[in-house]
Nanobody
Framework: QVQPKESGGGLVQAGGSLMLSCAAS????????MAWFRRAPGKDREFVAA????????VYADSVKGRFTISRDNNENTAYLQMDSLKPEDTAVYYC?????????WGQGTLVTVSS
C-alpha cells in the first residue's frame, strides 16, 4: 500500500501563492505517477495536475495552466503543487493521489481558501 499525505493548505489573498506538499509513504517504488485534484464547495472533484514518476511529463487542467506548477522529489517521495496568482475560484479541498498499476491511493486533503 501507499499512503499519500497532503500539507500546506491555508488562507491566502487573491493574487497570492501557496505551495502544497504530498508526502507518500509505504511501497512508493511502485508509484508511477502522482496527481492533484480539488473539490470546491458544492462541486464535483476535478483534476488539477499530474506528474510521472521521473518528473519528465506533466499535465495541467486548463483552469490552472500557467499559474500552477507540479513537481516531485523522488528522494523524499514527495510531490509539490506551487500555486501562484491564486483566485477565489481556486478555493477548494486539494487532494493528492499516488497511482500504481493496481490501485490509486488518495490522501485526506488539505483546504485552500482564497479571499477576494
Amino acid at each position: 500500500q501507499v499512503q499519500p499525505k497532503e500539507s500546506g493548505g491555508g488562507l491566502v489573498q487573491a493574487g497570492g501563492s501557496l505551495m502544497l506538499s504530498c508526502a507518500a509513504s509505504g511501497r512508493t517504488t511502485i508509484v508511477y505517477a502522482m496527481a492533484w485534484f480539488r473539490r470546491a464547495p458544492g462541486k464535483d472533484r476535478e483534476f488539477v495536475a499530474a506528474i510521472t514518476s521521473s518528473g519528465s511529463a506533466t499535465v495541467y487542467a486548463d483552469s490552472v495552466k500557467g499559474r500552477f506548477t507540479i513537481s516531485r522529489d523522488n528522494n523524499e517521495n514527495t510531490a509539490y503543487l506551487q500555486m501562484d496568482s491564486l483566485k477565489p475560484e481556486d478555493t477548494a479541498v486539494y487532494y493528492c493521489n499516488a497511482r500504481t498499476f493496481a490501485h490509486t491511493y488518495w490522501g485526506q486533503g488539505t483546504l485552500v481558501t482564497v479571499s477576494s
